[in-house]
């Protein structure tokens, strides 16, 4: 039991942890110290149920609908070039928006933004449902598997949010926010572009991105 659910912490642990437009807003608000806690809860327990989905089998599901990864595919990559252009406006800016305490958008806006970035990315379903549930399905024992990596996310996201506080004296300077976001504007328009230009029968067959 123990291995099985090491094994799901660790592959589960090794799908997150890329820099992806997820990660980089909760950087950001553990950085700013805004509604940390919030945002860490709706990224695992969104993790949560991709997961318990992919080991239910909701994966094969997708695969027989043609149409749902591509809508996911267009809508996400047009969420990501907005929050990258709000991200390059904002470095662009500079000033007071770049203070750890300048930009308080408010929680239902920073939930409602972790929401869009965790359910608009197909390769969350790529990865989370469709991989790591087949996967799990196939251990001797799937729900053990699936609270492995359920509590990888966990453990990644509360790391990545409280974690981010120990950079905060880095980013007392304007300069650093600015790069900051120059670098979140730079990753989403590459997952942007990276949805865009990726090949839709990728999508169909269920391919990892």
């Known amino acids: 039991m123990l291995a099985t659910f090491l094994s799901g912490f660790g592959l589960g642990l090794s799908l997150i942890l890329a820099i992806g437009a997820q990660n980089a807003f909760v950087l950001r608000q553990g950085l700013r ?5 919030p945002v860490v809860l709706t990224c695992a327990f969104s ?16 695969g027989t609908v043609p149409w749902v990864l591509p809508v996911f595919r267009w809508g996400g ?22 203070r750890p305490d300048g ?7 920073a939930v409602l ?17 469709i991989l790591l549930g087949a996967i799990g399905a196939q251990s001797p024992a799937p729900s053990v598997f699936g609270a492995g990596a359920v509590a990888a996310s966990f453990v990644f996201f509360a790391s990545l949010g409280y974690g981010a506080a120990s950079l905060r004296p880095m980013f007392a300077r304007p300069g650093s926010w600015r790069a900051l976001d120059v670098g ?11 949805l865009l230009l990726s090949c839709p029968a990728a999508c169909s067959r269920g391919a990892g991105g």
């Open 33 to 37: 110290g805004e509604y940390v806690l």
């Open 47 to 62: 993790d949560a149920v991709l997961i318990s989905a992919g080991i239910a089998g909701f994966g094969a599901v997708i």
């Open 77 to 98: 990559a047009v969420f990501l070039i907005v929050y990258g252009a709000r991200a390059a406006w904002s470095a662009w800016c500079g000033g007071a928006v770049m």
């Open 103 to 109: 930009e308080a958008g408010g929680l239902r806006r």
């Open 113 to 129: 933004t972790c929401l869009a970035l965790t359910w608009l990315n197909p390769h969350v379903y790529l990865d989370t449902v």
């Open 184 to 194: 979140v504007a730079l990753v989403m328009w590459a997952i942007a572009a990276k």
